[in-house]
């Protein structure tokens, strides 16, 4: 069961989103008009417990959201700064879990300050409350970048992938084609080999998309090589 307005597109400065599903809410906001990055506040509808994923900027937009209930954790999709220049921020006002993948670990806590207290890797869990999210290593763009699965018990998965899959093509590799070959192999092994059409992503910038809408063009992105 979802709502039926949600779209997945939001703009910086703009209301954010919110989806309903029978056990989670997902709330979607943009921050930061230059890097347009998205937010995305999970929510247990059974329990109440939260989890943010990328504290990306603007602390109060952010802050606002989870709005005093609480933070039982925060997870950073991948070591580049614009996906966690709030995390000091947000973590100062709700402690909890500090979540990334292990091999970005070392530079998010480099970078931001803020220890990474839980360093994830292929086939860990986040809880949410009576809920969970699968991790799912996607090297590649980063040597640690992460994507968080959300197998809603009664409809399509929901898929939240960082800066690895967009609409029209998987991340930026800034010219280094063994990173491209790592990062399209991965996606096409762990996501849209396992994953059905219907699976909704939630990606680290602009609007969602569903794997079933991206699945035709794997070929003519590897063949153009980005």
Same mark, same amino acid.
């Given at each position: 069961m979802t ?8 703009? !910086?400065g703009?209301?954010?989103q919110v989806?309903?599903?029978?056990h989670?809410?997902i709330?979607?906001v943009?921050?930061?008009?230059k ?7 999970l929510?247990?509808r ?7 994923i990328?504290?990306?900027?603007v #602390?109060?937009?952010?802050?606002a959201? /989870? ?6 954790a925060? /997870? ?8 966690h220049?709030a995390?000091?921020a947000?973590?100062?006002e ?8 292990q ?7 480099e ?5 990474v207290? !839980?360093?994830v890797?292929d ?9 969970s @999210?699968?991790v /799912?290593?996607?090297?590649?763009h980063t040597p640690?970048?992460?994507?968080l ?7 399509h998965p929901?898929?939240?992938?960082g800066?690895?899959l967009?609409p +029209?093509g !998987? +991340?930026?590799t800034?010219?280094d ?5 790592? @990062? /399209?192999?991965?996606?096409e092994?762990?996501i849209?080999?396992? @994953? #059905?059409?219907?699976? %909704?992503v939630y #990606? +680290?910038? +602009? ?8 699945? #035709?063009? @794997?070929q003519? %992105?590897r063949e153009?090589? %980005?």
């Open positions: 709502s039926q307005t949600y779209t997945g597109e939001v703009a !910086v703009g209301a954010a989806r309903t599903l029978e989670l809410s709330t979607k943009a921050v930061d008009q890097m347009s990055n998205n937010c995305y506040l929510a247990c059974d329990t109440g417990d939260q989890v943010l990328d504290a990306a900027d #602390p109060e937009t952010l802050l959201l /989870i709005d005093g209930r609480g933070l039982s925060v /997870i950073t999709t991948h070591q580049h700064w614009d996906h220049r995390l000091a947000v973590t100062a709700h402690p909890g879990a500090v979540v990334a993948g091999e970005d670990a070392e530079a998010i806590t970078q931001t300050g803020v220890q207290t !839980v360093s890797s086939g860990d869990r986040v809880q949410i409350g009576d809920s @999210l699968e /799912i290593s996607i090297p590649g640690g970048s992460i994507c699965l959300y197998e809603d018990p009664n409809g929901h898929l939240f992938t800066d690895s967009f +029209g !998987v +991340g930026a800034f010219g084609s063994a990173a491209f070959a790592q @990062l /399209i192999d991965n996606v092994a762990k849209f080999a396992r @994953l #059905p059409d219907e699976t %909704w #990606p +680290g910038h +602009g609007t969602d998309t569903t794997l079933g809408a991206e699945r #035709p063009h @794997l003519e %992105w153009r090589g %980005w």
